[in-house]
């Protein structure tokens, strides 16, 4: 599987921290001392599948195809702007990929990976030659604005790339799960509302709608797994910490991030970040930074990166790509 090209979107309002400390008991210092966060983007009005559509032209522009050319569109979210129509199938109506298959999947922060673990299973069955992979979110909708120790973490904002087959670049990847631990990330739930039960409730939304954390669960998980399994898929491909240029890691806190690079024993600078302009855009984040780094130039000698990223479900996952 090759990457031919990407493209990211971000909605136009910028949070800052001073912004959030007027609705929330926080300020600049706790939140950029222990995260690493200054500003997130925040949408005003535009859905998934705007941010989403407007990453994905970009990303068909760098790969120099037209929509025609796009055989499937999976579209990595847990903040869809529906169900039905699935958010892909939204996609491809407003870009033009007619001769695409559509179809949504939702992995939380790691959907991005999954998607990608996805395109590559279509891509190798030769069931697919171009495909559009993207993620993207707006957290902003089940984030508790109220809730200061998750809300000052998120923000909105799409990455996609388009991918096709290439069997000159090896793809590796390991990815995993654990339903057990699924309490300490929740959200998004709604109400079973139908003529048997909850008849006269007016709302569909649970107390679980709005995100719950459980911060120091979801930290002790990430600083082991992400190093664990990105461990697994060097091991996989037969190379070493040093063999990969980038490490493209899931932006969710800086402290998580230098933590990993530590127990890999790789130079700090081999994990880029960007998490200080964003927060942590979930699905959106790793083709986000992929693409940064990408057209300011800093992957152009590149061979070989490593994508890693863990969130709800508990899901985990690494891929090692080659460009
Ligand atoms: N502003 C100011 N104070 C805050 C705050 C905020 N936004 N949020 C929490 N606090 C307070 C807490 O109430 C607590 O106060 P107390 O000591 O008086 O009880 C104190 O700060 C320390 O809270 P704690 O939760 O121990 O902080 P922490 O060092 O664990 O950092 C996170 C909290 C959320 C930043 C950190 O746990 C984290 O990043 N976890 C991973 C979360 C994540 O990545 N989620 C997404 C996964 S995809």
Not at 7 to 13: A, N, R
Not at 26 to 43: F, K, L, M, P, V
Not at 170 to 178: K, L, N
Request: charged share 20%; net charge negative.
């Amino acid at each position: 599987m090759k990457i031919l090209g990407s493209g990211h979107y971000v909605p136009k309002t910028i949070v800052s921290n001073d912004d959030l400390s007027k609705i929330v008991d926080t300020n600049d210092e706790w939140i950029s001392s222990r995260t690493g966060i200054s500003t997130r983007h925040i949408s005003d009005g535009e859905g998934v599948s705007d941010i989403a559509s407007k990453a994905a032209i970009l990303a068909m522009e760098d790969a120099n195809i037209n929509a025609t050319d796009i055989d499937m569109i999976l579209l990595a979210t847990m903040t869809p702007d529906s169900m039905l129509p699935n958010n892909a199938s939204i996609i491809q109506k407003n870009i033009g990929a007619i001769n695409a298959t559509c179809f949504d999947l939702n992995a939380a922060c790691s959907g991005f990976l999954f998607a990608l673990n996805t395109a590559n299973a279509y891509l190798s069955s030769g069931m697919c030659k171009n495909i559009l992979v993207i993620g993207a979110e707006t957290l902003s909708k089940i984030v508790d604005w109220s809730d200061r120790s998750s809300c000052v973490l998120f923000g909105d904002g799409a990455g996609a790339m388009v991918v096709t087959v290439d069997d000159t670049k090896a793809y590796y990847s390991v990815s995993g799960s654990d339903g057990s631990k699924g309490h300490v990330l929740t959200g998004g739930a709604t109400l079973l509302k139908n003529m048997l039960v909850n008849k006269d409730e007016t709302n569909i939304m649970t107390d679980d709608y709005y995100m719950h954390m459980d911060g120091q669960e979801v930290f002790k998980f990430a600083v082991t797994k992400v190093p664990e399994c990105i461990s697994a898929v060097l091991d996989k491909a037969s190379l070493g910490a040093d063999d990969i240029d980038y490490y493209i890691l899931h932006q969710a806190n800086v402290r998580i991030i230098s933590s990993v690079a530590k127990r890999l024993g790789v130079s700090p600078d081999k994990l880029p970040v960007n998490l200080n302009k964003y927060g942590n855009t979930s699905a959106a984040s790793i083709p986000i930074l992929f693409d940064e780094l990408r057209k300011n130039g800093t992957l152009k000698d590149a061979k070989r990166v490593v994508f890693s990223g863990f969130g709800g479900g508990l899901t985990w996952g690494a891929s090692l790509v080659e460009l």
